[in-house]
């Protein structure tokens, strides 16, 4: 499956971002979906994961309670809906899909990964 995501773009402090994650190729239904984001200088990092029908959800520490995971399969899509953003989330964040579900899942769980999407936040 090949993955495309967008929805990035500079917003301010406290503000909202949805990025979506569009699949082709294949049905996004049999993956596992999970965000990641790279900040310039650090290494890439989970950000959130989603089960195939969208019943199960784990989130990193730093986002919880602030950022949601979600798919629609009918549409071949996933989303990120980003609120509160802080500068700190400024990073570049890539969709990946896998046929396994992890809590805490790392890079190499994931075999199909989207071409990033740059999100800035301005203080």
């Known amino acids: 499956v090949q993955l495309q995501a967008s929805g990035g773009g500079l917003v301010q402090a406290r503000g909202s971002l949805r990025l979506s994650c569009a699949a082709s190729?294949?049905?996004?239904?049999?993956?596992?979906v999970g965000w990641f984001r790279q900040a310039p200088g650090r290494e890439r990092e989970f950000v959130a994961v989603?089960?195939?029908?969208?019943?199960?959800?784990y989130y990193a520490d730093s986002v919880k309670g602030r950022f949601t995971i979600s798919r629609d399969n009918a549409k071949n899509t996933a989303y990120l809906q980003m609120d509160s953003l802080e500068p700190d989330d400024t990073a570049v964040y890539y969709c990946?899909?896998?046929?396994?579900?992890?809590?805490?899942?790392?890079?190499?769980?994931?075999?199909?990964w989207g071409q990033g999407t740059q999100v800035t936040v301005s203080s």
């Open positions: 989603i089960s195939w029908s969208g019943s199960v959800t």
């Open positions: 990946a899909a896998s046929g396994k579900m992890f809590s805490e899942p790392i890079e190499a769980d994931f075999g199909s």
């Open positions: 190729g294949g049905t996004l239904s049999s993956y596992v």
